[in-house]
């Protein structure tokens, strides 16, 4: 029975020195200075690390041939459109929380490694005399297989010495092959995760490229239909420089522009009909129905109003971008405010999508909020989205619950939340009633699994 752990302790603790080693060398040893002869096996290493590039570009370019005889297929089928929009949002979105869940536990994982090095660290004087008594006991041949019968004495004797701290000594060589255990297992869990990690950032990468090109196409189309839009859009940014607040943009923009007008009167138009509808089913149990129905409503990708009145879209609405609450309603905006809206700080990059159906009525830089969007939801609400670095949707557009509108940057874009040295990206997210600023908490769904995904 002592053979087998002596042997197991003594293996794993040789590769614990060894790997501990490496990691020290590699920290610590300045590589060796290259020399002008180039090996054979370098020459053969180049070459195989180009074979790989090339291997990986060939596979990235039949990627992109394959994607784009994907959204040629669609052609101006928009409700196809929008259904590969909204699901590959929610695959970027889903991959992106998979990627945070991983790193968080990375996190826990390595502080759990760190603090089992330093404990074993801190016993280092113990381990040694442990390993040493037991090297020199394994290093000894059973006395029944010596040559010289010196040699077999002096082993009895060493056997009959050690008799009497065996029971000691394995006690403490056993507490500390169980530490060594659980340390290598430890760093295996660490390494698949790291793995999936990798995997999952490929996913994002390529749902992302995917992503990019489907909005691409969507904003082509609607370029056809909007012949004078770039002109529009460079009078919607010179119209944001003539008004101080957001309230005056929105009415300047809903009654100056064109295409901003018609979305506001598309807006007024839908909020009427489903009032009347209400009133015709009596208002109350038309609103009890659309909230029994949950999700189910924003099925319908072909649509071209909002899919149930906002007012009674309340806990159905997703949060438009995955990240923490810093910041809520009514709080301290951090420069002597109130705060109007919430803050959610993301990752850099993050994907943002539209947490309600509604009208592009305004699309682009404005004041301190950095890039801007404001969505006519109708029946009298606004929402507004704040902080992005890129916008991808146009004014005058119709967007659906859960498409993708915008991406984050590398950094905070909002004014408010620069004076607080904020370290990551924020979105500033604020929900208006003629008007006036109102609490959105209502409308969030209650949890990630009830939130609306398109």
């Not at 065996?166 to 060589?173: I, N, S």
């Not at 255990?181 to 793995?195: F, N, S």
């Amino acid at each position: 029975m002592r053979a087998p752990l002596l042997n197991l302790l003594l293996i794993t603790s040789v590769a614990g020195a060894s790997l501990a080693q490496a990691q020290t060398q590699g920290q610590s040893v300045a590589p060796a200075p290259q020399t002008a002869a180039v090996s054979p096996d370098a020459i053969k290493q180049r070459e195989q690390e180009l074979e790989a590039a090339r291997a990986r570009q060939k596979s990235a370019e039949e990627a992109q041939a394959k994607l784009k005889a994907e959204i040629t297929s669609i052609g101006q089928d928009r409700t196809q459109l929008n259904q590969q929009l909204i699901d590959t949002a929610a695959n970027v979105r889903s991959v992106e929380t998979k990627i945070d869940e991983t790193e968080a536990r990375l996190r826990a994982l390595n502080g759990r490694e760190q603090a089992m090095r330093s404990s074993l660290d801190s016993r280092r004087a113990d381990i040694v005399e442990v390993l040493a008594a037991l090297q020199r006991a394994g290093r000894r041949t059973p006395p029944a297989l010596l040559v010289r019968p010196e040699d077999a004495l002096q082993s009895l004797r060493t056997a009959m010495l050690l008799g009497a701290v065996v029971p000691e000594l394995r006690g403490r060589a056993e507490k500390i092959a169980s530490e060594l255990g659980e340390l290598v297992a430890l760093r295996k869990t660490i390494a698949t995760e790291r793995d999936q990690l990798a995997s999952d950032r490929d996913k994002v990468r390529s749902d992302q490229t995917r992503l990019t090109a489907l909005v691409d196409e969507r904003q082509r189309q609607q370029a056809s239909r909007e012949k004078d839009l770039d002109a529009e859009n460079s009078r919607a940014i010179a119209l944001s420089r003539q008004v101080g607040d957001l309230q005056g943009l929105i009415t300047k923009m809903e009654q100056d522009l064109q295409s901003a007008a018609k979305a506001a009167e598309k807006a007024a138009e839908a909020a009427r009909q489903a009032e009347a509808k209400a009133a015709a089913t009596e208002a109350k149990a038309a609103a009890s129905a659309s909230a029994k129905s949950g999700p189910g409503v924003f099925k319908d990708r072909s649509r071209t109003t909002p899919a149930i009145v906002f007012a009674s879209a309340k806990g159905l609405l997703p949060l438009p971008v995955n990240g923490n609450k810093i910041r809520d309603f009514g709080g301290s905006d951090g420069v002597g405010g109130v705060q109007k809206g919430i803050s959610l700080a993301t990752k850099p990059g993050s994907q943002v999508t539209t947490p309600c159906d509604g009208w592009v009525v305004y699309s682009g830089p404005f004041r301190s909020y950095g890039q801007l969007l404001i969505l006519n939801a109708g029946g009298g609400y606004h929402v507004l989205i704040a902080g992005m670095e890129r916008i991808s949707v146009n004014i005058g557009q119709f967007v659906l619950t859960g498409e993708p509108v915008a991406t984050m940057g590398s950094t905070s874009q909002v004014a408010s939340i620069l004076a607080t040295n904020a370290s990551q990206p924020v979105l500033y997210v604020e929900f208006r009633k003629d008007g006036t600023p109102i609490d959105p908490g209502p409308w969030w769904a209650a949890n990630e699994g009830e939130k609306v995904r398109g």
